[in-house]
């Protein structure tokens, strides 16, 4: 018996090979190493050229500042995964900071300001999802007038004036430390485990993915898919809210105008991160370290000295080559 034992593995180790080689040539498996392996590499490169990229403090304090990108990614991902996009996801930021200054200068509790720019960013993301899915109005165009709608109702309401809001428990959450880790980035490492269970363990998950796939085979089959399209986008508008509570966080006051600087790298996290442009298909964990990888290119280029003009035109390039890699993905 155990002449004849070799002969008999041989068969299966040659069937592991090949499935190996499949995998590795799968544009599925790249899609999804892209994110990780790109991190990887990044962090071995500014770590050879400056030593300090990869001492604790610096990694820590990158970590911290990926927390708003973070929250902004998982939202845009929702928006995408409907095959749809949302522009006004970096103004929802801005009005959710000025709704939560104002609350706080009238003299509510600080819980209850933070509630209402959470509300703030689901009411957003509510009127954008009735629009697409009920109004059937194309999601560009929709969110491109809620950009311009909730960008000039925050300079409205703050007048151009940032507020500042002195809590310690607020500035807490960008400061204080658990384990040498912000409690911020702790914070959007929980959202995202949330989210995927959202995603890929319940129903709703299952719906929405299948509303982006074919909208119309998923109103053949009797999903709500209008109901579907107002729950992503207001999951997504939250997140907005989320982050507008990160951000007055980690400056300490509102911040009325909006920068576009966090849209861009939102949906550049989740094209990076492997999502489908088409809809459909997702991953939580793949915006995740797409927003870490931003985040860590940027902090590092700033690290080597070059100059901030250069950091959009970097990104850009980023995207484009992502984009380019998973064009024709479905």
Same mark, same amino acid.
């Given at each position: #018996?155990?002449?004849?034992?070799?002969?008999?593995?041989?068969?299966?180790?040659?069937?592991?090979?090949?499935?190996?080689?499949?995998?590795?040539?799968?544009?599925?498996?790249?899609?999804?190493?892209?994110?990780?392996?790109?991190?990887?590499?990044?962090?071995?490169?500014?770590?050879?050229?400056?030593?300090?990229?990869?001492?604790? =403090?610096?990694?820590?304090?990158?970590?911290?500042?990926?927390?708003? =990108?973070?929250?902004?990614?998982?939202?845009?991902?929702?928006?995408?995964?409907?095959?749809?996009?949302?522009?006004?996801?970096?103004?929802?930021?801005?009005? &959710?900071?000025?709704?939560?200054?104002?609350?706080?200068?009238?003299?509510?509790?600080?819980?209850?300001?933070?509630?209402?720019?959470?509300?703030?960013?689901?009411?957003?993301?509510?009127?954008?999802?009735?629009?697409?899915?009920?109004?059937?109005?194309?999601?560009?165009?929709?969110?491109?007038?809620?950009?311009?709608?909730?960008?000039?109702?925050?300079?409205?309401?703050?007048?151009?004036? =940032?507020?500042?809001?002195?809590?310690?428990?607020?500035?807490?959450?960008?400061?204080?430390?658990?384990? &040498?880790?912000?409690?911020?980035?702790?914070?959007?490492?929980?959202?995202?485990?949330?989210?995927?269970?959202?995603?890929?363990?319940?129903?709703?998950?299952?719906?929405?993915?299948?509303?982006?796939?074919?909208?119309?085979?998923?109103?053949?089959?009797?999903?709500?898919?209008?109901?579907?399209?107002?729950?992503?986008? #207001?999951?997504?508008? &939250? #997140?907005?809210?989320?982050?507008?509570?990160?951000?007055?966080?980690?400056?300490?006051?509102?911040?009325?105008?909006?920068?576009?600087?966090?849209?861009?790298?939102?949906?550049?996290?989740?094209?990076?991160?492997?999502?489908?442009?088409?809809?459909?298909?997702?991953?939580?964990?793949? =915006?995740?370290?797409?927003?870490?990888?931003?985040?860590?290119?940027?902090? &590092?280029?700033?690290?080597?000295?070059?100059?901030?003009?250069?950091?959009?035109?970097?990104?850009?390039?980023?995207?484009?080559?992502?984009?380019?890699?998973?064009?024709?993905?479905?």
């Amino acid at each position: #018996m155990t002449t004849h034992a070799p002969t008999q593995e041989r068969p299966k180790a040659d069937t592991r090979l090949v499935e190996a080689r499949r995998a590795l040539g799968s544009e599925e498996t790249w899609m999804k190493l892209a994110a990780p392996v790109a991190l990887i590499l990044l962090t071995v490169v500014f770590g050879l050229l400056n030593p300090r990229f990869l001492s604790w =403090p610096s990694i820590s304090t990158m970590l911290a500042d990926s927390a708003i =990108p973070i929250l902004l990614a998982l939202g845009a991902t929702f928006a995408v995964s409907l095959a749809g996009i949302d522009l006004s996801l970096a103004a929802t930021v801005a009005l &959710g900071s000025v709704t939560m200054a104002t609350a706080y200068q009238s003299g509510m509790p600080l819980i209850v300001c933070c509630a209402i720019a959470l509300m703030t960013g689901l009411a957003v993301g509510a009127v954008n999802g009735t629009f697409i899915g009920w109004v059937r109005i194309p999601d560009f165009i929709v969110t491109l007038g809620s950009l311009s709608v909730v960008m000039g109702l925050s300079l409205i309401i703050s007048q151009g004036k =940032p507020v500042a809001i002195p809590e310690r428990a607020l500035t807490a959450l960008s400061t204080v430390s658990l384990a &040498g880790i912000r409690v911020n980035f702790l914070i959007a490492i929980a959202v995202a485990i949330i989210l995927h269970i959202v995603l890929f363990r319940t129903r709703f998950g299952t719906h929405l993915l299948a509303v982006g796939d074919n909208a119309d085979a998923a109103k053949a089959m009797g999903l709500k898919v209008p109901r579907i399209k107002l729950a992503g986008y #207001m999951i997504c508008g &939250g #997140m907005g809210g989320l982050a507008a509570i990160m951000l007055t966080s980690y400056i300490g006051s509102s911040q009325p105008a909006t920068n576009t600087d966090y849209l861009l790298k939102a949906i550049a996290a989740v094209v990076l991160g492997g999502v489908s442009l088409f809809g459909g298909r997702a991953t939580i964990y793949g =915006p995740v370290i797409g927003a870490i990888l931003l985040t860590f290119l940027q902090s &590092g280029l700033t690290l080597l000295g070059v100059s901030a003009f250069y950091s959009p035109l970097v990104i850009g390039i980023v995207v484009i080559a992502a984009a380019t890699l998973m064009r024709g993905r479905k």
